[in-house]
DNA sequence: CAAAATACGTAACATAAGATACAGCGCTCC
DNA sequence: GGAGCGCTGTATCTTATGTTACGTATTTTG
């Protein structure tokens, strides 16, 4: 069985005429970045002509270059997604420990990967910044993460509302809110058309929408402020959504630093009605 | 020092107009193999036109378009060539970032390691094994995954409850629970006495319980059928409920998995109720 | 050794990709 | 509330990329 075009070359090879061997052969050498790049790098690479590359590439069975250079991007985008290319990882002590925790703890590093520390100070920011109020809402699944982010912000700051409850309840809250406010939303495949609906009327009263979503974006993307896009894969029936959680609790102690002095203070408070 | 055009993008997203924002969102989330696609597919993926894409592609520094795909792929080339240079993003340990999701990792870890797969396997059977009513509870910040495990498990069977909302409301709830049921209880410090005395009675009822707590174990321990003890210290002002969380998606998997017939055809009768 | 078949490169072509001009729109700031 | 600025998309243009036709070189075979 062939599985990747690598070995589809190799398997194929000893057929080849002398240039497209050629091409073969620096294509293997570099791979596969080389198919990336145009037909006339690839040839001058390889020390052949452009149409020797074309008939080495249709005689691997595609049918024309621009093919040939998706296959080698989806085969370069499984290997970068998927942690399986990198088990090799001595780190990871074999055992039992369940492919679950595996995959969740690449998904966070994965997930940690595509976010800058910068990125993540900004949102902090903007959450931290008193000048309006902060709304947080989350879909079937990841409601309980929008609850778990406002339980927390709620002790630190005041203003700070999770929207609960039927879709008119807070459909309605929309009246309350304006630029100066901060919309949280989480929304994970597959996405909510209610979510969907929510944030635009949101986005079109000026509000800022931070949004937590997954690596296919929810349509949400379109309205936000700033996207969170955290991996979700996992050997399950089921999404995961831990990479957000985690990245939620992030957020929280990043904005608790930043209202250190407030926060403390507004804690002791808080203690005292006990 | 900017070394990556993934840096040098979350380095200037701040400053970049909503459109190119998308795109920069787009490309971070799709890293990098958007950017090596033609500027009609990164466009319709960031779902706006293409000058915009050339826009934002010229605001980071490149004459054009061609100059920005072979930036990315010398980087992909690098990364390729060098696995040790995946490691983590090697600009972030100055931030205070790094650290948490480090902590967080261990956290899990750890709490795995105190974990043997039977005892998950033990939790998992009496979950599915569909006798009694299963509740589910948890504290001030806890409560959030106590709603996100009950939203999955309402989902592959019956009977499933999440007890929300006032303490004299839940507490009336006692009475429908019997020695065929099970209460899985989240509680963390600082444990909450309500739900003590609440895991108490239905303990005397012959209720069993699963009890979610840290590595301190909650005095709920005492009536509990099964612990499960996660660790929750990180640097922050905060108590980490990531490693529970991700516990609670394992067991949530298990559970369907052992359900996998049943639950099947459930979630095809629920599907066909939208 | 000769003749045919195959392989390869040059050069012309067509097409699809990137770049640009411009107009409409929304936003911000007086 | 109005004027100005900046951002965005449509439509057009230009470039360069992939493709193909064809002639020459090379190898193979009878």
């Not at 001058?44 to 080698?72: D, H, K, M």
């Not at 102690?253 to 006990?274: C, H, M, N, P, Y």
């Amino acid at each position: 069985m062939i599985s990747s075009i690598a070995e589809l070359i190799s398997d194929r090879i000893g057929t080849m005429p002398a240039g497209e061997r050629r091409a073969a052969q620096t294509l293997i050498a570099n791979y596969p970045l080389i198919g990336l790049k145009t037909v006339a790098e690839f040839s001058a690479a390889a020390g052949v002509s452009s149409p020797t590359i074309l008939r080495f590439v249709s005689r691997l069975g595609f049918q024309n270059y621009p093919e040939f250079q998706s296959a080698l991007q989806d085969e370069l985008a499984a290997q970068l997604q998927s942690p399986a290319s990198r088990t090799l990882n001595p780190a990871s002590p074999s055992g039992a420990i369940s492919p679950m925790l595996e995959a969740t703890l690449e998904n966070m590093r994965e997930t940690f990967r595509h976010l800058s520390d910068r990125q993540l100070a900004d949102i902090a920011t903007r959450l931290a910044e008193r000048r309006g109020k902060t709304f947080l809402i989350g879909g079937r699944f990841t409601d309980p993460l929008a609850r778990y982010m406002a339980a927390h912000l709620a002790i630190i700051q005041p203003d700070v509302y999770h929207l609960a409850g039927q879709e008119s309840i807070w459909r309605d809250r929309l009246i309350d809110m304006g630029k100066r406010d901060v919309l949280v939303i989480f929304d994970i495949r597959r996405y909510q058309d209610s979510l969907v609906r929510f944030a635009e009327t949101a986005h079109q009263r000026g509000v800022q929408i931070v949004l937590f979503t997954d690596q296919w974006l929810s349509p949400i993307a379109r309205f936000a402020r700033h996207v969170i896009a955290g991996r979700t894969a996992v050997p399950s029936a089921w999404d995961s959504s831990a990479a957000l959680f985690v990245v939620a609790e992030t957020l929280i102690g990043a904005v608790t630093r930043q209202l250190e002095a407030d926060s403390a203070k507004r804690i002791r408070d808080l203690e005292g009605l006990r």
